[in-house]
């Protein structure tokens, strides 16, 4: 290293950092930090793992490359809103504030855009089944990873061959994957389905985590005893000038060296104290967590025209999906958590449905299927690290290695221009 770059790099080192969200992008950023010599708190408004982080399918889709907004979507939108239980739903009252957002969407459903945006899901997510590995081995969390794999189920010829495309894809960014194509093969992986599932694509690497809370609470406890701190305490507000920031904790204001944006579908509300208008969404996913015993789940099950999967949490089922555009405010629907588990007993004959606990979270998300990594445009000294949609259990341990690298004013193993907050 030359001197030049060895004084960079030195002054990097032993800052104080907050962590704003102690989801599990946010726990991840900060336990990559501290173990770089940082002074690492997170703060956050209810405490560890408390929002979408808790509920979540427990999922790394490390093959999920595909954007929502694909092209033609915008031509199924409306059949699937005339159905308020369907796959896609947008309560009435919100569909006006929502009509900026869809119309990015769209945009982003065209060919030009969807192929840019599939590129960069898919280089992130390379990064991302590493960056997970690595977390595994450095934290010593085999016991919490379940590597099962995952079944992505199709009825009759017509929708298996409408998803070939998206699997010459995947074989061209280095995915493996079996084609099924009768429900005897699918039964030798996951039997107990109906046989109206009459074709597949089972994924052998996908991985799944126990239990996601107990994921993020397992890291969380590491940072914890290393010396780190989660303070429960709600911040206000976020300024900054070029190189400096500052949390309004309400009693108190705070200056740290540097600020890690992590707050999921939050975030960009205090971004937009920074002048940073970022076109995030809240996605209100639903589910209903089934006790030991409910269905012998042998793989990470998903019903993609159905919008909805089943995933084994604690040995129990866990039946939960679909999108609901509805923002923060409005009430939960919990008729849907009611439909997806109707669907799922008759998909899974045998499956037992009582004794079941439904969850909302809010997921957040960017018209492109991007998460948003990088520095603010107001300052250098305030990174975002949010917007994940989905995939945020995927790529936290990715972001938290991209946030590092920008902290330590490192080059990034993947160009961020494609998830830069500027992009928009």
């Known amino acids: 290293m030359g ?31 501290q173990g770089l010599g ?22 790394f889709a490390f093959s999920e490359i595909i954007p929502l907004a694909t092209p033609g979507m915008m031509r199924k939108a409306p059949k699937w809103l005339l159905d308020p239980m ?17 119309l990015r969407f769209w945009r982003a459903s065209w060919r030009d855009r969807y192929a840019a945006s599939m590129a960069a899901q898919a280089s992130l997510m390379g990064l991302a089944r590493q960056a997970l590995e690595r977390q595994i081995r450095e934290s010593e969390a085999e016991h919490l990873i379940q590597r099962d794999g995952q079944l992505q189920l199709f009825e009759g010829e017509r929708e298996y061959q409408a998803s070939q495309a998206a699997w010459k894809e995947r074989k061209a960014n280095g995915i493996s994957y079996d084609l099924l194509q009768s429900p005897d093969e699918i039964a030798e992986i996951q039997p107990g389905l109906s046989r109206q599932f009459t074709h597949a694509g089972y994924t052998p690497d996908w991985i799944n985590t126990v239990d996601p809370k107990s994921w993020c609470e397992y890291l969380a406890g590491q940072f914890l005893a290393r010396g780190g701190r989660v303070e429960v305490q709600e911040v206000r507000a976020l300024s900054a000038d070029r190189c400096s920031a500052a949390l309004d904790l309400g009693s108190h204001r705070i200056t740290p060296d540097r600020v890690v944006l992590a707050a999921g579908a939050w975030s960009h509300h205090l971004a937009r104290g920074l002048g940073d208008a970022l076109p ?39 039946i939960g999906g679909a999108v609901e555009l509805g923002g923060l405010k409005l009430p939960p629907n919990y008729k849907r958590s009611e439909v997806l588990l109707q669907k799922a007993c008759r998909f899974m004959p045998g499956l037992d449905s009582s004794g079941g606990t439904q969850w909302m979270g809010f997921r957040p998300s960017m018209p492109d299927s991007l998460p948003v990594i990088g520095a603010s445009p107001a300052s250098e000294a305030v990174i975002y690290a949010f917007g994940h949609g989905h995939l945020g259990l995927t790529q936290s341990a990715a972001t938290a290695e991209l946030v590092a690298d920008l902290i330590m004013a490192r080059t990034p193993e993947i160009d961020l221009s494609a998830v830069s907050p500027q992009r928009f």
């Open 280 to 318: 995030l969404e809240t996605e209100r996913g639903y589910n209903t967590t089934l006790p030991q015993g409910a269905f012998d789940l042998r793989t990470h099950i998903t019903f993609g025209s159905h919008g909805f999967v089943a995933s084994r949490i604690n040995g129990g089922v866990r």
């Open 3 to 33: 001197k030049v770059a060895a004084t960079r790099a030195s002054s990097q080192a032993g800052m104080t950092i907050a962590v704003i969200g102690a989801g599990i992008v946010g726990v991840c950023c900060a336990l990559r930090l």
């Open 38 to 59: 940082h002074q690492v708190t997170i703060y956050d408004r209810k405490g560890l793992a408390a929002e979408a982080s808790a509920g979540n399918a427990g999922a």
């Open 86 to 102: 369907g796959p896609l739903s947008i309560p009435p009252r919100y569909a006006l504030q929502l009509a900026p957002w869809l």
